[in-house]
């Protein structure tokens, strides 16, 4: 079955670039997503890149994919206190009906 | 009141309660979703209702029991739960179950004692 990989946790200071990996296992993935979940909030879709595309851009965000190794990151330039969350990487194969598989989640703490 | 909205945002019961979660969304959506969050695990997607039609259950046990009288609604009846159902409770919505995005309610944070 799909399976998606995470760390549990990342800190970083004010500033700093942030980066949070994925692995995922099912070479059939069509789409990929980055959530992030605010403390109290549910989650709420930051971005998702297809699977025919390497890398994608949108303001501070840079996803990149690496097919091949079946590695996903998320690249947070300028990181703020702001982006203190968890965030998920998930996973789905496009078609008639979409499941989409979560991983666990990297907690993303933000030092001032 | 826009998104999705949940009730109630906690919730502490006895194994031999009943009790049930409600979810609404305001967006128009015709999918809806139950997704289980625990500590430390991939979030685990529960319940699939799409046009009120339950199209996927995956393989929950019968003590959680989900209810779509309409689009917009969905509740999640609870009974005879165990210490092991505590988790987040998070219910989805999207436009269709092929669609991309997903919108998510804040949860509901239960507690079986």
């Known amino acids: 079955g799909e399976d998606v990989e995470q760390s549990l946790f990342l800190s970083v200071r004010e500033g700093d670039s942030s980066v949070i990996n994925c692995t995922y296992t099912?070479?059939?993935?069509?789409?990929l997503y980055w959530y992030k979940q605010e403390p109290g909030a549910g989650l709420q879709l930051l971005t998702y890149?297809?699977?025919?595309?390497d890398m994608k851009q949108d303001q501070r965000l840079t996803v990149l994919l690496n097919k091949k190794d079946k590695h996903l990151s998320l690249r947070i330039a300028d990181t703020q206190t702001g982006d203190s969350a968890i965030y998920f990487c998930?996973?789905?194969?496009?078609?008639?009906?979409?499941?989409?598989?979560f991983g666990t989640g990297t907690k993303l703490q933000v030092i001032p | 009141e826009t998104g999705v909205t949940q009730t109630p945002r906690h919730l502490v019961m006895g194994m031999t309660n009943k009790k049930s979660l409600k979810c609404e969304q305001h967006?128009?959506?015709?999918?809806m979703y139950w997704y289980k969050q625990s500590a430390k695990k991939p979030l685990e997607l529960m319940f699939v209702?799409?046009?009120?039609?339950?199209?996927e259950n995956n393989s929950v046990p019968s003590r959680f029991s989900p209810e779509c009288p309409n689009s917009s609604h969905l509740f999640l009846h609870l009974h005879t739960l165990q210490p092991e159902d505590s988790a987040l409770y998070l219910c989805?919505?999207?436009?269709?179950?092929?669609?991309?995005?997903?919108?998510f309610g804040p949860g509901t944070r239960l507690t079986v004692l």
């Open positions: 989805a919505s999207s436009q269709e179950t092929g669609d991309n995005e997903q919108f």
């Open positions: 099912d070479s059939s993935s069509t789409y």
């Open positions: 967006l128009g959506h015709n999918a």
């Open positions: 890149i297809f699977s025919n595309m």
């Open positions: 209702y799409n046009f009120k039609e339950q199209t």
């Open positions: 998930a996973e789905s194969i496009a078609g008639g009906y979409q499941k989409v598989t």
